[in-house]
């Protein structure tokens, strides 16, 4: 399968001034190229500075660029971040370049191969140009689809959100996600049974923080991990998103699911270490290639 990312790229922009390019599909798509997997990333920058560094980024990078939209329109999008405890709180500047993607400048479907692993995150969705060029990428003959449930207020209703759930194969969501998605339902395996009962999903991780995280399947089967070790946390920017990308490397790779688990925990300790969500450092990259043998 070819991995195909969906959603917003932008800067995270930090109280003390610095600034680390981010937006969570756009961490996984960063992550998986630097991993050997060649994504192809779909999003729209402005015409502006920003749009052109990001660019500069991804050509540096070696990144596809073809699905990388550029619009007059909208300002390359960006993000407030501050740390309280090293956990972040956000504020998305609107309007923003990556609410425009537009459907009819999607690489052609007959340049893609015939299976595809799409995945997207719920903030990606806010627009409904978006949503527009979302669904006709799902239209693609042969799609297994990864949804990574974001709630950032106001940019979320609950009804659309579990709407959007119905398709995915795999759903990715933290515990105070679960909760805030369904207040009526008490209790954690209350909950992923119902996501399992109105969605065609297999498979779902939930992301725990420092207790690690559990992945559910729809027969029954679970499995549960904890960090072996502690970590120095400089901020959890791009941790979930970490995460994220190593499931998509293991569904790619087909790794055992214990052992996905695992590799997808260890990847996010060593991202929570960084200043930010990605790092342009090959050598953070090249130990986990040699060790995974990607």
């Avoid at 609950?158 to 339902?185: F, G, M, S, Y």
Wanted: contains cysteine; hydrophobic residues 45%.
């Amino acid at each position: 399968m070819k991995p195909v990312i969906f959603g917003e790229v932008l800067f995270d922009c930090f109280d003390d001034g610095s600034r680390v390019l981010g937006g969570a599909p756009f961490n996984v798509a960063w992550h998986l190229n630097a991993l050997s997997q060649k994504p192809l990333m779909i999003s729209s920058v402005g015409k502006d500075q920003a749009g052109d560094e990001i660019l500069q980024r991804m050509h540096a990078w070696n990144m596809d660029k073809c699905g990388l939209q550029v619009t007059p329109r909208f300002p390359t999008g960006s993000v407030e971040v501050e740390l309280q405890h090293g956990e972040p709180n956000y504020t998305i500047i609107e309007p923003a370049a990556w609410d425009d993607i537009q459907a009819d400048l999607l690489p052609h479907m007959l340049h893609m191969p015939a299976a595809i692993l799409l995945y997207h995150g719920t903030l990606a969705l806010r627009s409904n140009t978006n949503r527009c060029a979302l669904q006709q990428l799902k239209q693609h003959s042969r799609v297994q689809l990864f949804i990574d449930v974001n709630l950032r207020a106001p940019w979320w209703d609950r009804q659309d959100v579990l709407c959007w759930l119905t398709d995915a194969d795999w759903i990715k969501l933290n515990q105070h996600e679960l909760q805030d998605l369904l207040p009526a339902i008490s209790g954690e395996a209350a909950g992923i049974r119902h996501l399992f009962h109105q969605t065609r999903a297999h498979s779902i991780v939930l992301t725990c923080g420092k207790d690690g995280a559990k992945l559910f399947q729809r027969d029954g089967k679970h499995w549960q991990i904890r960090p072996e070790q502690a970590v120095v946390e400089q901020d959890a920017v791009g941790a979930g998103d970490a995460f994220a990308s190593i499931c998509l490397l293991g569904i790619l790779q087909r790794w055992p699911t214990q052992l996905m688990l695992h590799r997808a925990q260890d990847f996010a300790m060593a991202v929570i270490g960084l200043r930010g969500a990605t790092t342009d450092d090959p050598s953070f990259y090249r130990n986990f290639r040699q060790k995974w043998e990607v």
